[in-house]
């Protein structure tokens, strides 16, 4: 059984940092992609960047220069590292991975960034 935990949500100030780690567990199929989206109450869900197993990598236009995706293949794991928050940036993150045989979510963390 495939499974994603998110963690480091929580409670920031503008103009600071989180990083948010995704572990993944189970066996997964030929993963091709792995990204983080978020969702803001009374907003649809929406991508905020991705990875590919090449290594490229595709942000949202809100947060280029700001949000940085990474990944470590020998943890099976990938990472948001976001820098210079914003009140619009509150909202549920969620992490993805994107294979063959599925595509699967997390449960989501909540990053709230107080201005």
């Known amino acids: 059984q495939v499974q994603l935990v998110e963690s480091g949500g929580g409670l920031v100030q503008a103009g600071g940092s989180l990083r948010l780690p995704c572990a993944a567990s189970g066996w997964i199929f030929r993963s091709y992609a792995r990204g983080w989206y978020r969702q803001a109450p009374g907003n649809q869900r929406e991508l905020v960047a991705a990875?590919?197993?090449?290594?490229?990598?595709n942000y949202a236009d809100s947060v280029k220069g700001r949000f940085t995706i990474s990944r470590d293949n020998a943890k099976n794991a990938w990472y948001l590292q976001m820098n210079s928050l914003k009140a619009e940036d509150t909202a549920v993150y969620y992490c993805?991975?994107?294979?063959?045989?599925?595509?699967?979510w997390g449960q989501g963390t909540q990053v709230t960034v107080s201005s």
């Open positions: 990875i590919t197993s090449g290594g490229e990598t």
């Open positions: 993805n991975i994107k294979a063959v045989g599925g595509e699967y």
